[in-house]
């Protein structure tokens, strides 16, 4: 019977040799393949003895480490869906994913379990675990019990694999819905396209809670069968000591710019690298520029986001183009790119309209959301991205802004209005406005403008502080003005590109 369980073509990939080194931790561990193997048949069938539904979700707010990434893997194996959760999460945002989802079952931190579990129980969850980033707590000792053999569940094309949240411009968080088909349809063009080679080593380390790191890097990586250099949390100068081992690494904008600011970084540092990958945010031509100066390496710029994977990516093969700074190279094979005006016609090549997707990546709607579902697709079946660009004569697609109102700090995604909502709900709050303004680290970074009702004293110093113990930290702003009026337009809308010229010398 023919398995299109994505688990299942990855462990197809692994090396003959089982007793390889498959992934090496920042702290000298190495796992082979074998390990590999067993460990996430033992985590699958503890899923599996647990009687859980078809289709049930595996929600987990855990901090990177090689075990999380087994329980992914596992999760898919055992034929459920992932459904991962950025750890800088605050308990109202992970009640919200929590109910909203439904999770069978919730995998949080040993610090969390109290807060977590109540949430999670009172939703109707059954099974709490925990793990820590130390090989420790309930769902190693749980599973340590169960067999390292197992066979993966048979799954289709269109049977989800993982359900990823991503905000919206109004309202709360969608979950966006992945299936097998997407992900491994995605990971084996990439495959091609980024000429993986046998003998390729991963510098990996991104989050694995989001697109670039669990998807991209992670399926690269295993469906290639080659090595991981891992590490948990992302240090410019543990990177360039890696490079003289590894061939390819995929990094955020913010990566490549703190890496730049080390004098370690160099062409000899450099020269046994294959590729150097960015994506997630725009990637300055100054750091595009620089990079090359440095390091003798022209970066590989790709676009991408939760609902589609991969869409658009710069060129590896000289024959197929060159690496065009400032843009995000061509459609990726079998994808299908194209950009609209706002009355859904076709654009002249190289004018600016609303960036549309097809193809086998693109995902199969919002998690209990029809309606929305149905509002992001067009009458013949087209994503509507959100984001805003031209395709040029040569097929260079370049994406010049966002018709979503939408900050991307440091590679992750920041909806003003849901901080907005937060901040209107504070006391003496009149109004609010959230802008994104360039920051040399973050790429954009946020910054409130409040109005205050009248006769209250406001200080923006406390909001923050307020916000802080509310909402993940990447989301708070990092500067907050209290004003009396905010700029507005005839029809009273307020004027956020004015704030935006305001604000945008903040911290140059
Ligand atoms: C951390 N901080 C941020 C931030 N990350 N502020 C704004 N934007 C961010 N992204 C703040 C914290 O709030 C804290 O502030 C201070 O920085 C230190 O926190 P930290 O956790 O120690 O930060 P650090 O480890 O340095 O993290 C920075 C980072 C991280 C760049 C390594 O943000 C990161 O890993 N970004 C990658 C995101 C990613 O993987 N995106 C892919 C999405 S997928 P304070 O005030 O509390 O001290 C996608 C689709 C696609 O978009 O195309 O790929
Ligand atoms: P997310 O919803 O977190 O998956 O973020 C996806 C968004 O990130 C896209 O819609 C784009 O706006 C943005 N993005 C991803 N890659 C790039 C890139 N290379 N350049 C500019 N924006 C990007």
Not at 14 to 22: G, I, S, T
Not at 472 to 477: D, G
């Given at each position: 019977m023919q398995n299109d369980n994505l688990f299942a073509a990855l462990r197809a990939a692994?090396?003959?040799?089982?007793?390889?080194?498959?992934v090496e931790t920042d702290d000298g561990l190495a796992y082979s393949w074998r390990d590999l193997d067993r460990a996430t048949a033992m985590l699958a069938n503890l899923l599996g003895s647990l009687g859980l539904a078809e289709g049930a979700r595996v929600a987990v707010q855990v901090e990177k480490s090689v075990e999380a990434m087994l329980l992914y893997l596992a999760t898919l194996r055992a034929g459920y869906v992932f459904l991962p959760l950025n750890t800088a999460y605050q308990q109202a945002e992970i009640a919200y994913f929590i109910e909203n989802a439904e999770p069978a079952v919730v995998v949080t931190t040993p610090k969390n379990f109290g807060w977590v579990s109540r949430i999670a129980f009172q939703a109707g969850t059954r099974h709490v675990f925990t793990l820590g980033d130390d090989r420790t707590g309930t769902l190693l000792d749980r599973a340590s019990h169960c067999s390292d053999q197992q066979q993966p569940a048979v799954k289709g094309i269109d049977d989800l694999a993982a359900i990823l949240y991503t905000s919206g411009t109004t309202g709360r968080s969608k979950g966006a819905m992945l299936s097998h088909g997407n992900l491994l349809s995605n990971a084996r063009v990439l495959k091609d396209y980024w000429g993986w080679v046998p003998g390729d080593v991963l510098i990996h380390a991104l989050p694995i809670f989001h697109v670039h790191g669990l998807f991209v890097a992670l399926h690269g990586a295993l469906l290639n069968g080659s090595q991981m250099l891992w590490l948990n949390k992302f240090d410019p100068r543990k990177v360039i000591e890696r490079l003289p081992r590894a061939t390819v690494f995929m990094g955020v904008p913010t990566l490549y710019t703190r890496m730049l600011a080390e004098p370690a970084l160099t062409r000899e540092a450099a020269s046994h690298m294959r590729l150097f990958i960015s994506g997630s945010a725009p990637l300055l031509i100054e750091t595009f520029n620089d990079w090359q100066a440095r390091t003798g390496h022209t970066i590989l710029e790709r676009y991408g986001m939760s609902e589609t994977i991969m869409l658009t990516s710069n060129p590896y093969r000289a024959q197929d183009g060159e690496r065009r700074g400032g843009t995000v190279g061509f459609p990726l094979p079998g994808v299908g790119v194209r950009v609209r005006d706002d009355a859904g016609q076709p654009v002249p090549t190289g004018e600016i309209g609303g960036i549309q997707v097809s193809g086998p990546n693109v995902f199969k709607g919002y998690w209990r959301m029809p309606e929305k579902t149905k509002e992001e697709f067009t009458e013949d079946g087209w994503f509507k991205t959100g984001d805003v660009g031209r395709i040029d004569e040569r097929g260079y697609v370049t994406i010049v802004?966002?018709?979503?109102?939408l900050i991307i700090s440091g590679g992750y995604n920041v909806y003003p209005a849901e901080i907005e909502g937060f901040i209107n709900e504070?006391?003496?709050?009149?109004e609010s406005a959230l802008v994104g303004v360039p920051h040399p680290d973050f790429g954009e970074v946020g910054v409130a403008v409040v109005i205050p009702k009248p006769g209250a004293q406001l200080d923006g110093e406390a909001l923050i502080a307020t916000l802080k113990t509310q909402l993940?930290?990447?989301?708070?702003?990092k500067k907050c003005f209290v004003v009396a009026e905010l700029p507005r337009n005839t029809m009273g809308k307020v004027q956020k590109n004015l704030l935006r010229e305001q604000y945008k010398g903040l911290f140059a």
């Open positions: 692994f090396p003959r040799d089982l007793d390889a080194v498959a802004g966002r018709s979503k109102d504070m006391p003496g709050v009149a993940a930290n990447f989301k708070i702003p």
